[in-house]
């Protein structure tokens, strides 16, 4: 968008407003609302301030739709009110990136995770803190553990109930939950309940909920390489000790973007993911039932939003895709695929593939001798019974190639 805007400075005034509405204004957000000629925000938040001269107008539903309107009010003052501090799981970010810069300023309220640390005398900066308006719970389970807390934004107060069974199914239902709501205003009310004995149905909105878990449900280790039953999967799956090797090799840096060719579970793909929020994938794989299944255990982890699945042949497909900054090749290895990818992939891009037969292993060795990076020939065995005693039952050998190109 063009750099529209009044000569006096930015039209768009951000404001986050709390519960306790104009007695917790500074005296800047007080002069903007004095000053302006438009003022947009939801119902809830319009009936916190006081009487103004500017024209009100509630934010509609679905929120993309009020963007539009906003854009008709440009270059005239205008307000929008936000809850608490805009930048901190609210709209802020939204509004700021829409605009240019010398557009829009921002004045931040004291925040619902302030406000509910200080009510329950944690740490803010040792205390997760998350808003799952629109997120699933499942975004929670990577986070589950004895001990952890957490203080977590939701919907409305059905919302509770949700999450307190969700708590239960996953073996966390001993978790303890204070519920809040309207914090910092005079509707204020805090409840204390467990997630096994949860039987609030009167719970209003605003509402946030600090969780203290506790519970026997099975902890995700924070290493490389989960266990092959965290996933679902058909037997096509890079298993665990091979995985934890392959996501060394692949070493994910923040910011990043995995192609993951021949995904099978989504395994290599999902862990990528889970080493950092910043993480982004795009998985491959040509077989329907497959590709749903990397859906399934990509949901499962809350990680649905930042893997792509693309169906079909991934050499079909690569052109269309983003570039990426690594590149694992689980199935589909072929020489016209390595080919492929050397075409379009930039200098930098670090590639690693896996190798089970003959023939594959043979090609690795070929490009290995021509591209250089490091062979690796992974050979793995458990102990299993034979007869009344028992013996080493090996498993295929794996021959990993990586390189940066």
């Known amino acids: 968008m063009s750099d529209t805007r009044s000569n006096d400075g930015p039209w768009l005034t951000i404001i986050g407003i709390g519960e306790d509405g104009p007695d917790g204004l500074t005296v800047e957000s007080q ?7 438009i003022v ?8 916190l301030i006081p ?3 500017a024209e009100t107008v509630v934010w ?5 739709n009020g963007l539009n309107l906003l854009d008709g009010y440009r270059g005239r003052p205008t307000v929008v009110l936000a809850s608490g501090d805009p930048f901190w799981f609210g709209a802020g970010s939204v509004l700021s990136g829409r605009y240019e810069r010398a557009e829009w300023r921002a004045i931040p309220a004291i925040s619902t995770f302030q406000l509910a640390a200080s009510r329950m005398g944690w740490p803010l900066e040792k205390t997760t803190c998350l808003g799952l308006h629109a997120t699933p719970l499942s975004q929670l389970r990577p986070r589950l553990a004895t001990k952890a807390r957490m203080i977590l934004l939701l919907r409305d107060g059905e919302a509770v109930g949700t999450l307190a069974n969700w708590l239960v199914e996953t073996g966390f239902g001993d978790s303890d939950l204070m ?21 609030l149905n009167d719970v209003a ?3 946030c909920v600090a969780l203290e878990c506790q519970g026997t449900g099975a902890v995700m280790p924070q290493s490389s390489g989960l266990t092959d039953d965290w996933f679902d999967h058909d037997g096509q799956i890079t298993k665990r000790p091979v995985r934890a090797l392959t996501l060394s090799a692949l070493a994910p840096r923040p910011f990043e973007h995995l192609w993951d060719i021949g995904a099978g579970s989504g395994s290599i793909g999902i862990e ?6 910043s993480l982004t994938a795009t998985a491959f794989e040509s077989n329907v039932s497959r590709a749903a299944r990397v859906h399934e255990n990509a949901g499962k982890f809350g990680l649905g939003g930042r893997i792509d699945v693309v169906e079909g042949k991934a050499i079909e497909h690569l052109d269309q895709q983003s570039i990426p900054d690594a590149v694992f090749i689980g199935g589909g290895l072929e020489e016209a695929m390595l080919q492929k990818l050397c075409a379009i992939l930039p200098t930098g891009t670090r590639l690693v593939a896996n190798a089970v037969t003959l023939e594959s292993e043979a090609l690795l060795a070929n490009w290995q001798a021509n591209k250089g990076g490091e062979l690796l020939r992974i050979e793995l065995a458990e102990a299993a019974p034979l007869g009344r005693k028992r013996g080493w039952k090996s498993a295929y050998p794996i021959v990993q190639w990586s390189v940066t190109l």
């Open 60 to 64: 509609p539903v679905p929120f993309k």
């Open 205 to 207: 909105h605003p509402v």
């Open 31 to 37: 002069a903007a609302l004095a000053d302006a000629e």
């Open 272 to 277: 990528w993911l889970l080493r950092d929020a």
């Open 179 to 199: 519920v809040m709501e309207a914090l910092g205003g005079p509707r204020e009310r805090l409840r204390s309940r467990n997630a096994q004995g949860y039987d």
């Open 40 to 47: 947009m925000g939801a119902e809830r938040h319009l009936s």
């Open 51 to 53: 009487e103004i001269k």
